[in-house]
């Protein structure tokens, strides 16, 4: 929200200088992101005087300026058709850095003639987009004077951050109104009268819609004359960063910035019949003031006549009813929407402007009427014309009801001592209405709370609008009493995510911090995707369904790297994934993916690509720094479809405790995911992993052999059915006291086995 220190102190009576507002402001929860002086970017352009504009000798297009400045007489070369004799211009002297493209003057030769500074045009001022001539100025202007103070670019300007509670304050009367509870400067007074109307409108209005639009006022104004809007009208625009359009168009956009209420003005000569509000049709399209078409479906409110949809309302109007510079006729629509529906219409068309940034975080209800009789007189001051009698359909909602405040719960809440007195004055600066109450337990205040807030719901909403305008400051710091910890605060199962990344991070891997969300492409790669996952309002089109597997969020990532040129990746991330809608259908799983080579050419030592046993190394390095029982586990291959079937296996305890899977991902997977060559890929789920038994509190009896380890070859035949696996497990079996350990070193196949 950007506004300037001269409007602000039209609605705030103060002497407080900018930095003072700005530290005001951000102690109220209003983060100043910066304030602009234009003053002195732009205090090298003075007003000078063309004393001759004479027609230069190499260049047909160009003219050979004279020039009077404060300072003496310059010569400038300049292109601009309307230089002329006597004209009263803007002067930029060498050395001066142009806004509008950031260029350094420096002294030049053009075409053979030697131009000593620059005369300069609204857009290389950065004022607007208009280049065809140079700034032409009043012959009043004095010689000398600057250009900032004489267009009003002189003033400050302050951009703030609004939360998304605090809609009142995306108007410049809502951050007065909470500057002056801050104490800097008193709220001026502001009345709206109502304009007398002299016909009735031939345009009606309705709302067909109740739950979209509670309430549609409008009145039609003819013979306005419409055209650019005033000069002090246009800076203030400028200054914030918006372009005048006309004078018809800028006053809306005075008074959504000025009173947080947007409005709406359409020819009157291109309505169809009555305006009213109403839900889209299904497939219905319409072409905005953007320039776009859009396709709306039945969830989205709009504004139609007989013809069909002329604005989506709330967020954009239609180009079709557009005013412009013929319009003789207007009809001023002022109208309150459902905060919900215009954000979801606003995500679903992705148009992003001032109207929808207001509506979706709650307009005041309680202006609608005053809001149009605000336009009315302003299209009447700025274009004339004749207004009818207001029309009004539907009704605002009710208000909300009084809550209760105990003065008492404030140092407990919040730690500062307000006397009952202080928070009655802040309130009621806010725009509450106050009355105290007596009770046994002593004073309640019932509090009334402005229409223009609809956050404050209760009592802690009412403490903190409190603490927030006495200031975070106040709040004493009080550390926090040691306390002993007899034990670990995390339990076994809590630690096992940060012991899990440890692992994984000391094997070389980088951890990815990915959304649950997937493509329901991809989720489909896992087998059937329960519909309960499916979102119903995704963030992106491309992020529509919960993942049921990790891999796929890492094979995205892999994918993105791949795209910038890094091949060879090895990511890993601790997350849950989920297999349904119930709790238990969520599971926590260390999850990782290879790619490329093991590790980076050297000359010093032969590199390879990644393979499935890389992926077996990293589930078990996970499993055996969660002191997982690996020992008693069988290594097996039936790992899940997504795996390549020959090149991959599982780690289980027991035919249903399945600890990990690992291998090389199938190829269907790997073109799926948009990647090249071998994949390999590991799950490791926590959530199925024994707990660790409790340790005993005295240490066992030292049990060590007096012999020294003997070691043996041994060589088996057994036939191809046999894994690896089963064979250890029949050796370490044979003899459990004797035998600590047994290892496959060699495998021989070939002719005479």
């Given at each position: 929200?950007?506004?300037?220190?001269s409007?602000?102190?039209?609605?705030?009576?103060?002497?407080?200088?900018?930095a003072?507002?700005?530290?005001?402001?951000?102690d109220?929860?209003?983060?100043?992101?910066?304030?602009?002086d234009?003053?002195?970017?732009?205090?090298?352009?003075?007003v000078?005087?063309?004393?001759?504009?004479?027609?230069?000798?190499?260049?047909?297009?160009?003219?050979?300026?004279?020039?009077?400045?404060?300072?003496?007489?310059?010569?400038?070369?300049?292109g601009?058709?309307?230089?002329?004799t006597?004209m009263?211009?803007?002067?930029?002297p060498?050395?001066?850095t142009?806004?509008?493209n950031g260029?350094v003057?420096?002294?030049?030769?053009?075409r053979?003639?030697?131009?000593?500074?620059?005369?300069?045009?609204e857009?290389e001022?950065?004022?607007?987009?208009?280049?065809?001539?140079i700034?032409e100025?009043?012959l009043?202007?004095k010689?000398?004077d600057?250009?900032?103070s004489?267009?009003?670019l002189?003033?400050?300007v302050?951009?703030?951050?609004?939360?998304?509670?605090?809609g009142?304050?995306?108007?410049?009367?809502?951050?007065?109104?909470?500057?002056?509870a801050?104490?800097?400067?008193?709220?001026?007074?502001?009345?709206?009268?109502?304009?007398?109307?002299?016909?009735?409108?031939?345009?009606?209005?309705?709302?067909?819609?109740?739950?979209?639009?509670?309430?549609?006022?409008?009145?039609?104004?003819?013979?306005?004359?419409?055209g650019?809007s005033?000069e002090w009208?246009?800076?203030?625009?400028?200054?914030?960063?918006?372009?005048?359009?006309?004078?018809?168009?800028?006053?809306?956009?005075?008074l959504?910035?000025?009173?947080?209420?947007?409005?709406h003005?359409?020819?009157a000569?291109?309505?169809?019949g009555?305006?009213?509000?109403?839900?889209?049709?299904?497939?219905?399209?319409?072409?905005?003031?953007?320039?776009?078409?859009?396709?709306l479906?039945?969830?989205?409110?709009?504004i139609?006549?007989q013809?069909?949809?002329v604005?989506?309302?709330?967020?954009?109007g239609?180009?079709?009813?557009?005013?412009?510079?013929?319009?003789?006729?207007?009809?001023?629509e002022c109208?309150l929407?459902?905060?919900?529906l215009?954000?979801q219409t606003?995500?679903?068309?992705?148009?992003?402007?001032?109207?929808r940034?207001?509506?979706?975080?709650?307009?005041?209800?309680?202006?609608?009427?005053?809001?149009?009789?605000?336009?009315t007189?302003?299209?009447?001051?700025?274009?004339?014309?004749?207004?009818?009698?207001?029309?009004?359909a539907?009704?605002?909602p009710?208000?909300?009801?009084?809550?209760?405040?105990?003065p008492?719960?404030?140092?407990?809440?919040?730690?500062?001592?307000?006397?009952?007195?202080?928070?009655?004055?802040?309130?009621?600066?806010?725009?509450a209405?106050?009355?105290?109450?007596p009770?046994?337990?002593?004073?309640?205040?019932?509090?009334?709370?402005?229409?223009?807030?609809?956050?404050?719901?209760g009592?802690?909403?009412?403490i903190?609008?409190?603490?927030?305008?006495?200031?975070?400051?106040a709040?004493?710091?009080?550390?926090?009493?040691?306390?002993?910890?007899?034990?670990?605060?995390?339990?076994?199962?809590?630690?096992?995510?940060?012991?899990a990344?440890?692992?994984?991070?000391?094997?070389g891997m980088?951890?990815?911090v990915?959304?649950?969300?997937i493509?329901?492409?991809?989720?489909?790669?896992?087998?059937?995707?329960?519909q309960?996952?499916?979102?119903?309002?995704?963030?992106?089109?491309?992020?529509?369904?919960?993942r049921?597997?990790?891999?796929?969020?890492?094979?995205?990532?892999a994918?993105?790297?791949?795209?910038?040129?890094?091949?060879?990746?090895?990511?890993?991330?601790?997350?849950?994934?989920?297999?349904?809608i119930?709790?238990?259908?969520?599971?926590l799983?260390a999850?990782?993916?290879?790619?490329?080579?093991?590790?980076?050419?050297?000359?010093?030592?032969?590199?390879?690509?990644?393979?499935?046993?890389?992926?077996?190394?990293?589930?078990?390095?996970?499993?055996?720094?969660?002191?997982?029982?690996v020992?008693g586990?069988?290594?097996?291959?039936?790992?899940?479809?997504?795996?390549h079937?020959?090149?991959?296996?599982?780690?289980r305890?027991?035919?249903?405790?399945?600890?990990?899977?690992?291998?090389?991902?199938?190829?269907?997977?790997?073109?799926?995911?948009?990647?090249?060559?071998?994949?390999?890929?590991?799950?490791?789920f926590?959530?199925?992993?024994?707990?660790?038994?409790?340790?005993?509190?005295?240490?066992a009896?030292?049990?060590?052999?007096?012999?020294?380890?003997?070691?043996?070859?041994?060589?088996?035949?057994?036939s191809?059915?046999?894994?690896?696996?089963?064979?250890?497990?029949?050796?370490?079996?044979?003899?459990?006291?004797?035998?600590?350990?047994?290892?496959?070193?060699?495998?021989?196949?070939?002719e005479?086995v």
């Amino acid at each position: 929200m950007k506004f300037t220190l001269s409007w602000l102190k039209e609605h705030l009576e103060t002497d407080a200088s900018a930095a003072t507002i700005a530290d005001a402001l951000t102690d109220l929860g209003l983060e100043v992101e910066g304030i602009e002086d234009r003053a002195t970017a732009l205090a090298p352009f003075k007003v000078v005087h063309v004393i001759e504009a004479r027609p230069h000798p190499n260049a047909d297009k160009l003219r050979v300026c004279d020039v009077k400045t404060i300072d003496g007489r310059v010569q400038v070369v300049c292109g601009a058709p309307n230089a002329r004799t006597g004209m009263k211009a803007v002067f930029a002297p060498m050395g001066s850095t142009i806004p509008g493209n950031g260029m350094v003057l420096k002294p030049s030769q053009i075409r053979g003639v030697e131009s000593q500074g620059m005369l300069v045009s609204e857009r290389e001022m950065g004022l607007s987009d208009e280049h065809d001539g140079i700034i032409e100025l009043s012959l009043d202007a004095k010689i000398g004077d600057g250009f900032a103070s004489l267009m009003g670019l002189d003033d400050p300007v302050f951009d703030i951050a609004i939360t998304p509670n605090r809609g009142d304050c995306l108007a410049v009367r809502g951050i007065a109104r909470d500057l002056a509870a801050k104490g800097i400067g008193q709220l001026k007074p502001h009345v709206i009268n109502p304009v007398a109307g002299h016909f009735d409108s031939p345009i009606g209005v309705g709302t067909q819609a109740p739950e979209a639009c509670s309430i549609f006022a409008g009145r039609m104004v003819r013979g306005v004359r419409n055209g650019p809007s005033p000069e002090w009208l246009q800076r203030r625009l400028r200054a914030v960063g918006l372009r005048p359009i006309s004078a018809l168009v800028d006053i809306t956009n005075l008074l959504s910035l000025d009173r947080g209420r947007p409005l709406h003005v359409f020819d009157a000569a291109k309505v169809a019949g009555n305006l009213f509000a109403r839900l889209a049709h299904q497939g219905e399209q319409i072409e905005t003031l953007d320039g776009k078409s859009y396709v709306l479906d039945a969830e989205m409110c709009v504004i139609a006549d007989q013809s069909g949809a002329v604005g989506i309302a709330g967020i954009m109007g239609g180009i079709s009813t557009s005013v412009s510079d013929e319009t003789t006729d207007v009809f001023i629509e002022c109208a309150l929407f459902d905060p919900i529906l215009i954000a979801q219409t606003g995500r679903k068309t992705g148009i992003v402007s001032d109207a929808r940034q207001r509506f979706e975080r709650g307009v005041d209800p309680s202006f609608v009427i005053d809001g149009l009789e605000a336009a009315t007189q302003l299209v009447l001051d700025l274009c004339g014309g004749t207004p009818s009698h207001a029309l009004v359909a539907g009704s605002p909602p009710p208000t909300k009801p009084a809550l209760e405040l105990r003065p008492g719960r404030l140092l407990r809440l919040a730690g500062i001592d307000v006397t009952e007195g202080e928070a009655t004055r802040i309130l009621e600066a806010l725009g509450a209405k106050v009355t105290a109450l007596p009770t046994p337990q002593g004073s309640v205040l019932s509090v009334v709370p402005p229409s223009w807030r609809p956050d404050l719901h209760g009592e802690a909403d009412l403490i903190e609008e409190i603490v927030r305008v006495v200031g975070l400051s106040a709040i004493p710091s009080t550390p926090l009493p040691q306390l002993s910890v007899p034990r670990p605060a995390l339990t076994a199962r809590q630690a096992r995510p940060r012991i899990a990344r440890r692992a994984l991070a000391a094997r070389g891997m980088n951890e990815t911090v990915s959304f649950s969300f997937i493509p329901h492409e991809h989720a489909k790669l896992f087998g059937q995707v329960p519909q309960g996952v499916r979102l119903l309002n995704p963030i992106s089109a491309d992020l529509d369904t919960m993942r049921p597997n990790l891999l796929a969020s890492l094979g995205q990532a892999a994918m993105r790297n791949a795209k910038r040129a890094f091949d060879d990746v090895a990511l890993f991330e601790v997350a849950p994934q989920y297999a349904g809608i119930r709790a238990s259908d969520q599971s926590l799983v260390a999850a990782g993916i290879r790619r490329g080579l093991y590790h980076a050419r050297h000359w010093a030592k032969p590199t390879r690509e990644v393979d499935a046993y890389d992926a077996k190394a990293d589930a078990l390095a996970v499993l055996e720094a969660l002191k997982a029982p690996v020992s008693g586990a069988q290594i097996v291959a039936e790992a899940p479809h997504w795996y390549h079937p020959g090149r991959s296996g599982t780690l289980r305890l027991g035919p249903k405790v399945i600890l990990a899977h690992f291998g090389e991902l199938h190829p269907e997977f790997v073109m799926a995911m948009d990647l090249k060559g071998r994949i390999i890929g590991f799950e490791v789920f926590l959530d199925a992993l024994p707990d660790a038994k409790s340790r005993s509190r005295t240490r066992a009896k030292l049990d060590a052999a007096d012999l020294l380890p003997v070691v043996r070859d041994f060589a088996f035949l057994v036939s191809d059915a046999i894994s690896g696996d089963i064979m250890l497990r029949a050796v370490r079996s044979t003899d459990k006291a004797l035998i600590e350990d047994a290892r496959i070193f060699d495998v021989f196949t070939g002719e005479g086995v």
